[in-house]
Nanobody, 125 residues
């Protein structure tokens, strides 16, 4: 079992910044996909970005919609995942979720095994 707990959401004005955290615990293992997704009411869930790890090798990917503004990172102990969000826009308003799956493939899709409860981010114009 894997547990994921997000924090750091809140309200901010356009152009501002927020940093989300995802505390991870349980059997993360040495390989897998861990990432951030977001969803607004009435819209499909959207991938923000992810880290794919195979053994000691990790690669980080960001969605085009956030590239250059958002940065995903992870601590060395693999106990936390972060999402630094800069230059926030009203369209970034959503519930942000942290997710993990042990298979290190097809990370772009939303078919993850474990999800956090989500944290609300609201950006006002």
């Amino acid at each position: 079992q894997v547990q994921l707990v997000e924090s750091g959401g809140g309200s901010v004005q356009a152009g501002g910044s927020l940093r989300l955290s995802c505390a991870t615990s349980g059997n993360i293992g040495r390989s897998g996909c861990i990432g951030w997704f977001r969803q607004t009411s009435g819209k499909e869930r959207e991938r923000v970005g992810h880290i794919v790890t195979i053994g000691s090798i990790s690669r980080t990917y960001h969605a085009d919609s956030v590239k250059g503004r958002f940065t995903i990172s992870r601590d060395n102990a693999k106990t936390a995942l972060y999402l630094q969000m800069n230059s926030l826009k009203p369209e970034d308003t959503a519930i942000y979720y942290c997710a993990f799956k042990s298979a290190p493939s097809m990370c772009e899709g939303g078919n993850y095994d474990y999800w956090g409860q989500g944290t609300q981010v609201t950006v006002s114009s």
